[in-house]
């Protein structure tokens, strides 16, 4: 069943009925100011950081759902109607929303009257503008009442929902001409307001919540104020302040109005808060007013914006015979994969924004995604992800994106996290070739006194693996690994407790069988040593690089260790263990009875090159055997039906969700990886389409965005199966577009240049792909005249013939490439 189509040429989804399974969404920004926004105009708005600086107010896993948005109220008569249908919900003549790069398009009709709304954040400015076009395409005059509404969050988003005492008293509000101002708590310790306003003279407002509603017991479907038709210039005071206008309009027919509505926020320096009179400093707000006080002013600005996203989408292009591919590889999943580089997991339809700051192992990885299209992002990234590290080479598993400290609530001691870094500085210096920012001072614990350069910020991250092994020579595991459900030192038993962050219940646990008592130093993740000796050797070469040769045969000796632990205590005769729990049990094996093959390990230990080519076929084959299905890979098999408490929280969940052999679409894409990595072309590219939203037919059962990657659709043991659920912030946007764009399809940057390697289906015969590399464009045109997945038979480079598959003179301007596969 269909919710609506591709629009590939305009870069747009297009909905066509606002009853769609679950609310789509688009985020609007790319900056500092961020919105989200659904197909009925649900969503919120806020400041780098969703919990702290939170603009608009939103009500997650409410009935009705999607409840508090930016809404357009028409009154026409009598007859009472929202351009995206929600949350009046009367039946529209005409509805179409357009989810298009950065902004969004909404647009309802009733009784000969449109009404079209543009949101979009532009570049370089801190608000979201609402461009409102209504057009009488009656054959008679109309006059009918327009009211805007916001309702304003009180800025953090976790006290906002919850110390109603103190937040039942603090509203405050300011009116001045079409302007309403947010200005709650300012006249304290905060230097920062919000507006919300319209370019023309207004009729009247309201800014007082239940006078606009009418009643407590109204809701955002049955304002009173609307439904009568008149504003009732009510002022907050304490409550809930909200933000509305009241227009009166007059159209002859055919006529077209067009009005622009700005949500802004502003910082004033704190000695700039005031005027001289004691008002409130408003000159910045002014200046945000004046640029969008016209609907050409608005226009301009939404061209700038789809010209950033065309240079930032041209940057790695394919053109193929399969249309979905070309989509999905051109438009949305490079699109998602901004957007999570952008919130990390922090605020989406299903992270409400106040429970995460931004991931370490989850930012260090979306560098993966996005670092092509703009470099210099990412190595701020980096650096900033860098200082918040620890002296030991561990650090803390989230920071807060507006403070950019690491978060204490979230903790330590996820033995995962050093080693994303290493990945994601390796990426950025392959696609920059800037070694430059090894060298640059990076902050401890963001204390400048403890600063080192980032190198050493590597190597700590490198020595925390090596400097944390169990009895078995592998990584010990903390308090998870990249699996944060897997929880083989937490022993929960009381309800409530996290088992991430639960550690002292493992003291009070004693193995039966010898009676000593059980400690953190004993369960053991194979995982990690599978990313050990996959991200390892990235250390090593950029040692090497940077001349110090010593260190790295040193740290290749390491590396060498953990491939021969991984032989000896990883393999499990037909794929690689999971880990090592607490009493020293295998997890992840045939011994097991549930959960006796996991996906996590498998893929990085074949791209290691661990047992060699018999220990990869055994282990592909045991891969789509035990864990393959028609939507994608499942995490284990087969499912925990039982709580296991030395487990953790992996063993709570339902059998096909989530962790518990759900469909984790994130480390589909490594098995993806790793079967282009072995020449199994076709196998990569089927496991690919399995997941890949371009692909997916049947949006009801889906229910999530078909535009964009969720992290789980529910695995062959959940009554829901093929149901997805977390779209948009997950790691999956990341290696999906590396698992396509580099293992699939081939084009790879290099430490030595651009590397043509693809691993594709037999059946291709070739295709196009246009890669922006180093400040030169490369046409690369891939031939498969001998129908195989694998192999570089002949490299041309303007004519000239390449020795081997690596393009090492990077000159500027623009290259044809053929790779001829044989």
Not at 405 to 427: E, Q, R, V
Not at 773 to 781: C, D, L, P, Q, Y
Request: hydrophobic fraction near 35%; aromatic fraction near 14%; proline fraction near 4%.
């Amino acid at each position: 069943m269909k919710f609506g189509f591709f629009d590939d040429a305009n870069k747009e989804y297009v909905i066509t009925s606002p009853k769609t399974p679950y609310p789509w969404i688009n985020y609007l920004g790319t900056q500092d100011f961020f919105s989200l926004i659904s197909n009925t105009a649900g969503g919120y708005s806020f400041y780098k950081d969703a919990r702290l600086a939170r603009i608009t107010r939103y009500r997650y896993n409410n009935v009705p759902a999607d409840a508090g948005g930016r809404y357009f109220y028409i009154n026409d008569n009598g007859t009472v109607w929202n351009p995206g249908w929600s949350p009046v919900k009367t039946e529209l003549d005409e509805y179409v929303c357009r989810h298009g790069m950065g902004y969004t398009v909404i647009k309802g009709k009733k009784n000969g009257l449109s009404a079209e709304v543009t949101f979009f954040v532009p570049q370089n400015f801190t608000g979201e503008v609402q461009k409102v076009v209504l057009k009488n395409e009656s054959n008679e005059k109309k006059s009918f009442k327009l009211f805007s509404f916001v309702e304003w969050c009180l800025w953090d988003a976790q006290d906002d929902c919850s110390n109603f005492q103190r937040n039942f008293n603090t509203g405050e509000v300011e009116i001045e001409g079409s302007t309403i101002y947010h200005k709650t708590e300012y006249k304290e310790r905060r230097n920062h307001f919000a507006f919300y306003t319209v370019n023309e003279p207004i009729d009247g407002f309201d800014t007082d919540r239940e006078t606009f509603m009418g009643s407590i017991y109204n809701d955002f479907a049955d304002p009173e104020t609307v439904f009568s038709g008149e504003p009732k210039n009510s002022v907050a005071d304490g409550w809930s302040p909200v933000a509305s206008h009241f227009k009166k309009i007059t159209l002859e027919a055919g006529e077209t109005k067009t009005l622009v509505y700005v949500l802004g926020y502003v910082e004033n320096p704190y000695e700039e808060k005031f005027n001289a009179d004691g008002s409130m400093n408003k000159s910045r707000a002014y200046e945000m007013m004046k640029k969008f006080d016209t609907a050409e002013k608005a226009d301009a600005a939404l061209a700038e914006l789809k010209e950033t996203w065309d240079a930032l989408l041209s940057k790695y292009t394919i053109s193929s015979p399969d249309e979905k591919l070309n989509r999905q590889v051109n438009i949305w999943n490079q699109y998602q994969c901004m957007v999570t580089f952008n919130l990390s997991r922090s605020a989406s339809y299903f992270e409400s924004g106040i429970g995460r700051g931004m991931g370490f192992r989850d930012s260090n990885q979306d560098i993966l995604g996005f670092v092509h299209q703009i470099p210099e992002r990412a190595r701020e990234r980096i650096l900033d992800i860098a200082a918040t590290q620890l002296e030991d080479g561990g650090n803390y598993h989230q920071y807060q994106p507006l403070t950019k400290k690491g978060n204490d609530a979230a903790g330590t001691n996820f033995n995962d996290d050093p080693l994303w870094m290493i990945l994601s500085t390796a990426a950025y210096i392959k696609e920059t070739g800037d070694y430059g920012i090894l060298n640059e001072m990076v902050d401890y614990k963001n204390d400048p006194a403890l600063a080192q350069p980032l190198l050493d910020h590597l190597k700590r991250s490198f020595y925390h693996v090596v400097n944390n092994k169990g009895s078995h020579g592998l990584p010990l595991i903390g308090r998870a690994d990249w699996n944060d459900c897997l929880n083989l030192n937490c022993f929960s038993r009381v309800p409530g407790e996290s088992f991430q962050n639960t550690a002292s219940n493992i003291a009070k646990e004693v193995d039966p069988e010898t009676g000593a008592p059980l400690n953190e130093q004993t369960a053991e993740s194979v995982m990690i040593a599978g990313m050990f000796t996959y991200i390892g050797p990235e250390y090593v070469e950029l040692c090497r690089r940077m001349g110090d040769n010593a260190e790295a045969d040193k740290a290749q000796a390491e590396i060498d260790k953990m491939k021969q632990a991984i032989i000896d205590y990883g393999w499990d005769g037909e794929w690689f263990l999971r880990a090592y729990d607490a009493y020293g049990k295998k997890v992840g094996s045939h011994e097991n009875e549930e959960g006796k093959i996991f996906i996590e390990p498998q893929g990085f230990c074949i791209m290691s090159d661990i047992g060699g080519k018999e220990f990869t076929e055994k282990t592909m084959a045991s891969i789509e055997k035990y864990l393959g299905t028609e939507h994608g890979l499942v995490l284990n098999n087969p499912a925990f039906t039982k709580y296991i408490v030395e487990y953790g929280e992996i063993s709570t969940y339902p059998g096909g969700y989530k962790e518990n052999a759900g469909i984790f679409c994130h480390n589909n894409a490594w098995i993806m990886c790793a079967a282009a990595y072995a020449g199994m072309g076709d196998v990569a590219f089927d496991y690919y389409t399995r997941i890949a939203p371009a692909y997916q037919e049947d949006e009801k059962l889906h229910r999530t965005e078909p535009y964009v990657y969720a992290q789980m659709i529910a695995g062959k043991d959940a009554k829901r199966f093929g149901e997805a659920k977390n779209s948009w912030l997950t790691g999956t946007a990341a290696w999906n577009f590396v698992a396509i764009s580099q293992y699939i399809l081939g084009v790879i940057p290099d430490y030595s240049g651009l590397k043509i390697d693809p691993s594709i289906p037999k059946a291709w015969d070739g295709y196009t792909v246009t890669r922006q590399f180093r400040g030169a464009t490369f046409n690369i045109k891939v031939e498969n005249p001998d129908h195989i997945s694998k192999g570089i038979k002949s490299l041309t480079v303007d004519g000239k013939a390449v020795d081997g598959n690596i393009i090492t003179d990077i000159t500027g301007g623009v290259h044809e490439v053929v790779a001829v596969m044989g």
